[in-house]
């Protein structure tokens, strides 16, 4: 893109700071777009399995049942408690959303499209996404009540168990494809399953590694069976319980886009990313954004059927399932996947 | 050599997405002032508590359980962070830098499993 400026007259400097900035906006601008549709898809998903219709009156089916509570939600006051950090209490939204959105300057939506193309990419994520954990931590704090503050201690204890798990598994990953760039990860894996399948996952020492960080990104991100820390049932709403109008919107924006990163992680990581999911030449003339895009909701769809068909976990489970289950096993895969590449790699 | 150029995109990034989410907080509520749906009073402006005043300082005692996870948190990340660099690096250490990591990995499985044993992990 830069070049098409430079071709207009512009300096480098000028040309590369205005592509950049046309970069950012068509990742976070679409990114927006595609958070307000997959809240509407989700509930439709949901409708549907529990033989409902779901959102069906603003706008042809429904769809644009999103842009009208994000209207409703953006005309609405502010409530700011008067027992909360009032200063905290603002900047925790703008954590969460600035986090979300952050996340996705490394990823590569088609061969070297990406906006950053740095050598740390996974490095780099899983720095941002565990930084997601003040916003929720600040929110609860700040809040001063009762149930925005247990939930924020269950988030907290909840999403930094999952990530140690998350840790091992993407090292499981890195491992296997020798860098931590997503291009480059991407790469690997063409043809890496019987020289035509393109994907980690068809792989038998990092098949498990899949099931298992699509259990952990459905934890990481608090959805359902693990949404303990909005149990409403003991919790209220969780730590978003204080919130109204746009700030309690960044929270929900924020929670769709990182399940959505997670999404397009088990797409990146496992699946192939932009690479068809078979190493056929005429696959290839569908551009690669489509074939991602189109794992993504596949991947998203998943989430929304685990939500609509299975019951909530309980907290002593979630914690056993991460602690004494996940890490043990993601563990025992670093060494055995390490020691395999060992002896047939790098060994001789 | 890291060229740190690379990363000057994901500053903008920064900027641009702290301006947008400061916009969506702070823009509302002019608007609310504008249009008179600010009309805070008391009540409003009290904590949810199931419709009751608050009992007690909703910043009150929470499990220690909490607090050991934070700390089992921060040595297997610690963990992680030793080996990513060794990760990509496995074909230039080889056989001697597998060895040694599975020692360290071997030593940080019997805190572990201290742990575990200790009742660390329980939660009931």
């Given at each position: 893109m830069t070049s098409y400026f430079q071709s207009l007259g512009l300096t480098y400097e000028w040309s590369w700071f205005i592509a950049t900035i046309a970069g950012i906006l068509l990742i976070a601008l679409p990114l927006m777009l595609a958070v307000a549709m997959i809240i509407y898809v989700d509930r439709k998903i949901w409708a549907a399995m529990a033989l409902r219709k779901g959102?069906?009156?603003?706008?042809p089916f429904g769809l644009l049942q999103s842009f009208a509570d994000g209207l409703k939600v953006f005309l609405q006051e502010t409530i700011i408690p008067s027992a909360s950090n009032k200063g905290l209490f603002l900047i925790a939204p703008i954590i969460t959303f600035t986090v979300a959105l952050m996340?996705?300057?490394?990823?590569?939506?088609?061969?070297?499209?990406?906006l950053a193309d740095i050598n740390v990419g996974l490095l780099y994520i899983l720095a941002v996404s565990s930084l997601g954990v003040y916003g929720v931590v600040i929110s609860g704090w700040a809040s001063n009540s009762k149930y925005p503050f247990f939930s924020a201690m269950r988030a907290a204890a909840q999403m930094i168990s999952y990530e140690v798990s998350i840790g091992f598994i993407l090292i499981c990953v890195v491992l296997w494809?020798?860098?931590?760039n997503l291009n480059g990860i991407v790469e690997a894996q063409q043809g890496h399953g019987l020289g035509i399948?393109?994907?980690?996952?068809?792989n038998l020492l990092l098949f498990p590694m899949w099931v298992m960080f699509l259990i952990s990104s459905l934890a990481e991100t608090a959805r359902a069976p693990f949404d303990l820390t909005e149990a409403e049932s003991e919790l209220v709403a969780g730590y978003q319980t204080e919130y109204s109008s746009m700030a309690f919107a960044l929270f929900w924006l924020g929670e769709y886009a990182n399940v959505l990163l997670m999404c397009t992680l088990n797409a990146v990581l496992f699946f192939g990313g932009w690479l068809p999911p078979l190493d056929i030449p005429v696959l290839y003339l569908i551009p690669g954004w489509l074939w991602l895009f189109a794992k993504i909701f596949f991947f998203f769809f998943v989430f929304s059927w685990v939500k609509a068909t299975v019951p909530r976990y309980r907290y002593d489970q979630l914690m056993r399932l991460g602690w004494k289950i996940f890490l043990p096993m993601s563990l025992l895969f670093v060494v055995l996947v390490s020691g395999w590449l060992m002896v047939t790699r790098y060994g001789a | 050599m890291v060229d740190l150029s690379q990363y000057l995109p994901i500053l903008i990034f920064l900027a641009i997405a702290l301006g947008l989410s400061a916009a969506f907080v702070f823009l509302p509520m002019g608007v609310a002032r504008l249009t008179g749906a600010h009309n805070p009073d008391a009540e409003k402006l009290s904590e949810y508590e199931c419709g009751f005043p608050a009992f007690e300082d909703p910043r009150s005692q929470f499990d220690v359980r909490f607090y050991l996870v934070a700390i089992l948190f921060i040595i297997f990340d610690l963990e992680a962070a030793f080996l990513f660099p060794w990760a990509v690096s496995l074909d230039v250490t080889g056989w001697p830098g597998w060895i040694t990591m599975m020692v360290f990995l071997g030593e940080l499985v019997i805190g572990f499993a201290y742990a575990w044993k200790k009742g660390a992990l329980e939660w009931e």
């Open positions: 959102p069906n009156v603003v706008g996340a996705w300057a490394v990823i590569p939506f088609n061969s070297g499209a990406v494809s020798g860098t931590f399948v393109n994907g980690y996952f068809f | -």
